[in-house]
């Protein structure tokens, strides 16, 4: 069983930061990826940042230069630096993360519970 935990959402004027974090925790051997997510009421996800297990990095072209995505895999934890936030950041970000459950090859594939970022004009 394997949980991912969101936490760092709230309320910040345009222009300020925020720093989202993802724990993930349970049967972990190890961890592929993990990937961020952000997603408006009635519209569809859409991908913010991705990090491989590696360190290779991928962003949305809305938030490139502004957002940063780092992990820490000691601590099985992804992070998400946002700054220079905009209005139309605000939603509800979610993680994601693709994990090796033993060394024999058994993926879990999850999402956590989504935390909201609202920023204000």
């Known amino acids: 069983q394997v949980q991912l935990v969101e936490s760092g959402g709230g309320l910040v004027q345009a222009g300020g930061s925020l720093r989202l974090s993802c724990a993930a925790s349970g049967t972990i051997f190890d961890i592929n990826y993990m990937t961020w997510y952000r997603q408006a009421p009635g519209k569809q996800r859409d991908l913010v940042a991705h990090i491989t297990r590696g360190g290779v990095t991928t962003y949305a072209d809305s938030v490139k230069g502004r957002f940063t995505i780092d992990r820490d895999n000691v601590k099985n934890t992804v992070y998400l630096q946002m700054n220079s936030l905009k209005p139309e950041d605000t939603d509800v970000y979610y993680c994601?993360?693709?994990?090796?459950?033993?060394?024999?090859?058994?993926?879990?594939?999850?999402w956590g519970q989504g935390t909201q970022v609202t920023v204000s004009p």
């Open positions: 994601n993360a693709e994990i090796l459950s033993d060394p024999y090859g058994s993926i879990w594939n999850g």
